[in-house]
């Protein structure tokens, strides 16, 4: 912040498997008429609904009509790497005490 405190932040994910079964269940219950007709993880992921590359899509700054490239992965990647503490949702405590040592 002053060049000597650094301010950083502090994210808890799931594993992008495990937020995409999340994402497709809670997108089946508010339309089951749309998305509610898929009925298998694989059906969804080929799917108009499943947001792929979505991190790599933010952190870089890729717009939805475009392809991330190795270049924006790479962007995405340098982000969590200074920018992001990163915690994982199953590894809570473990997550947790890395923000405290930090």
Known sequence: ??????????????????RAVQMLDQQKEKD?????????LEEYAYSKYHEANWMVRHLAGVPKSDQPTANDLA???EVMRTKI?????????SSLK???EY
């Open 1 to 18: 912040l002053d060049g000597i405190h650094h301010g950083r932040l502090f994210a808890m994910f799931l594993h992008p498997v495990h």
């Open 32 to 40: 089951p008429a749309g998305i509610g007709r898929l009925g298998t």
């Open 75 to 77: 962007v995405a990647k």
């Open 85 to 93: 503490i990163v915690g994982m949702v199953p590894y809570k405590d």
């Open 98 to 100: 890395r923000v405290e």
